[in-house]
């Protein structure tokens, strides 16, 4: 299993490979860890001389890429996050896709690689519509809008224009909130799947039910700040667990038949995705499960006090 101070070597070993003509600026924001990542990072100012790590004290992602973008000199910010290997051409393409198009946000496709055998499963789960959704970001081939993608590039002014990434609630979502607000303005966001990276996943069951959950509580912070969703998708793994919980009830009150034939229907469908692969489909099933218990459990929330406590 690799540990955060090993997934630093690796996303700056594939963006000093891309250093061309030195004029590449690395902004890491550290939240005071403790395993060695910042020592391994500045150990990395050889091949990147233009490198440098910044404090990130609330340890909150959003605050970070703030900070970085707010001691970035370039016209162009780029997001890379550390869970992540990256083609060697990867910000060449960024920067192109961004002047080249009308877009105001480039991003790639997330195309996960796995370790270990868990790890394995969660990335092939994450390559099956039906077990992570239709999501264009995790599946387009093609050049294409979306209304997110993964990491991304865009203009130092636009980012400035919208006050940057903002903290939800759930320390969540800020990229999807960023993106949102920006097609609100009418801006197009443009999906390259030439932009091309590597994104390593939880590598445990435990690990895989939180990040999910957050994403759940993530949506439901995003539905009551903006006022609605980005796209309807999240209500499908919400209609999962709804639909689970009322069976429940009925075991106890009635009958046993209805949640015997919603867990036979849905656990069928991740086999049929999972090609009958049992790691991959409890995968499958934590991510539906952790999600739709976290959108619920945002969701029953009072929205002004969600509202509130967005900075």
Known sequence: MLDEAAFIDICLQSLADQDYEGVMEVLIADGGSKDGTVERAEAWTHALPHLRVIDNPKRVQSHG????AGEATGEILIRADAHTEYATDYVLRSVDALLESDATAVGGVQVASGHGSFGKAVAEAMGTPLAIGPARFRHASYATEADTVYLGALRRSDWERLGGWRTLPSRVAEDADLYFRLRLEGARILL????????????????????????????????????????????????????????VVLAVTWSWWPLVTLIVLWVGALAVAARGRPLVIVAAAVMHLAYGLGLLRGLVRWPPSVRGRVS
């Open 192 to 247: 390259e799947p030439r932009i091309r990276s590597t994104y390593s996943p939880r590598e445990s069951v435990t690990g895989l039910w939180r990040q999910f959950f957050r994403y759940g509580m993530g949506k439901a912070d995003m539905l009551y700040v903006n006022g609605r969703w980005p796209s309807w998708r999240p209500a499908a793994p919400l209609g999962l667990v709804v639909g689970l919980l009322i069976a």
């Open 65 to 68: 890429l703030n900070l970085a």
